[in-house]
């Protein structure tokens, strides 16, 4: 039976996952099912076997593109987080407002990301949750994707003169982890909205409640 782009990852037309993307070329395909695959069975979970049956495909042509199931994954982890990213950062540059307002407005966003039915967390959280920390391709591809967030959040702290650039980033951070497990846990989209209210609590913690 024939895939849809829909059966890869029904998340509508937002467009935050690679595997809702119509594949191109063979490599396309493959990276489409083991996307959709990871991040909704598991990485370890998840065999070469059905990778291929599932992108309807021969083991050869997979290995053609991938040496390994190592090198797979890594090209998965780079794909979804580029998407996930020109997204979610495409999403923010809609906001008007202040760096404040664009704060905040991060949760709205993440609100709209965990609604959607084909939601299943973060793909660097659970590959760095299910692989031992000592995985340097896992721990690398997860760090590069957090800086892309973490130096969005300071630009905007540095923009409202938060007192401390760093700690605004870092709390920030924290507060999304935190709303993307919960949400992913109990299927509650609401959560987002929860870490909006401890998110406005810092800002006027600081004192700039703007």
Same mark, same amino acid.
């Given at each position: 039976?024939?895939?849809t782009?829909?059966?890869?990852? #029904?998340n509508g037309?937002h467009?935050?996952s690679?595997?809702a993307?119509?594949? +191109?070329?063979? &490599?396309?395909?493959?990276m489409?099912?083991a996307?959709?695959?990871f991040c909704?069975?598991?990485?370890?979970? %998840?065999?070469?076997?059905?990778?291929i049956a599932?992108?309807e495909?021969a083991?050869? %042509?997979?290995?053609?593109?991938?040496?390994? +199931?190592?090198?797979?994954i890594?090209?998965?982890?780079q794909?979804?987080?580029?998407?996930?990213?020109?997204?979610?950062?495409? &999403?923010?540059?809609?906001v008007q407002? #202040?760096? &404040? %307002?664009?704060?905040?407005?991060?949760?709205?966003?993440l609100?709209?990301w965990f609604?959607? $039915?084909?939601?299943y967390?973060? $793909?660097?959280i659970?590959?760095? /949750?299910e692989?031992?920390?000592?995985?340097?391709?896992? &721990?690398?591809? /997860?760090?590069?994707h957090?800086?892309?967030l973490?130096t969005?959040l +300071?630009a905007q /702290?540095?923009?409202? +003169?938060a007192?401390?650039?760093?700690d605004?980033?870092r709390?920030?951070?924290?507060?999304i982890?935190?709303?993307?497990v919960? /949400?992913?846990?109990?299927r509650?989209?609401s959560f987002?909205?929860?870490?909006?209210r401890?998110?406005?609590?810092?800002l006027?913690?600081i004192g700039k409640?703007?």
């Open positions: 039976m024939e895939d782009v829909h059966d890869f990852c #029904p037309p467009g935050w690679f595997a993307k119509p594949p +191109k070329n063979a &490599r396309d395909r493959i489409s099912a996307s959709y695959l909704n069975h598991g990485f370890a979970a %998840t065999g070469v076997d059905t990778i599932r992108a495909t083991k050869a %042509t997979l290995y053609h593109h991938f040496s390994s +199931k190592e090198e797979l890594a090209a998965v982890l794909a979804e987080g580029e998407t996930w990213r020109a997204w979610f950062f495409g &999403r923010l540059a809609e407002g #202040p760096a &404040r %307002t664009r704060l905040l407005a991060v949760f709205d966003v609100h709209e609604s959607d $039915p084909g939601f967390g973060c $793909p660097f659970n590959a760095v /949750a692989f031992d920390t000592g995985n340097d391709a896992v &721990r690398r591809a /997860a760090e590069a957090k800086e892309h973490v969005w +300071k /702290a540095i923009e409202m +003169k007192p401390d650039i760093i605004t980033a709390s920030f951070a924290v507060l982890d935190g709303a993307i919960a /949400a992913q846990h109990t509650d989209p987002a909205y929860t870490a909006q401890m998110a406005d609590g810092y006027r913690s409640a703007g």
